[in-house]
């Protein structure tokens, strides 16, 4: 089940590979009701405790399926549903200690029912969350 929050409190975690720690992962859920295409999103923005993360430092999940932040952008066929968390993974070199961080997740999209023209671009205000890592 999803909590009324963007970033959810589930799926806070360090990542590991071949035994060391490469990073994190949050999971967020989208807030527009109708779910979006992949390359309606723009990239995203995580700010852990004051430090930004952007660019090729994500990757987002979805269904399963692993993208970087440009492949997102030719992909019109993927959906991120409303139901759906999403998760992030960002590289961080050993990762975040054990404890409280202020998490804050910033991404914008288009809507699809405004012609490209307006290239008008939605999004809110940064998510923000204090979670633990145990």
Known sequence: MLEKES????????????????????????????GLWLSQLRPATVKVDGETFSGDQIKWTISGITYTQSEMATLGDVHWGVLEPATLTVSKEGGLEPGYHDIEVSYLYSASYLPPSIDTVFGTKPHKRRLLLV
């Open 7 to 34: 970033i959810q409190s589930r799926g806070f975690r360090n990542v590991e590979s071949d035994g060391k720690v490469i990073g994190f992962q949050v999971n967020i859920r989208s807030l527009y009701y109708r």
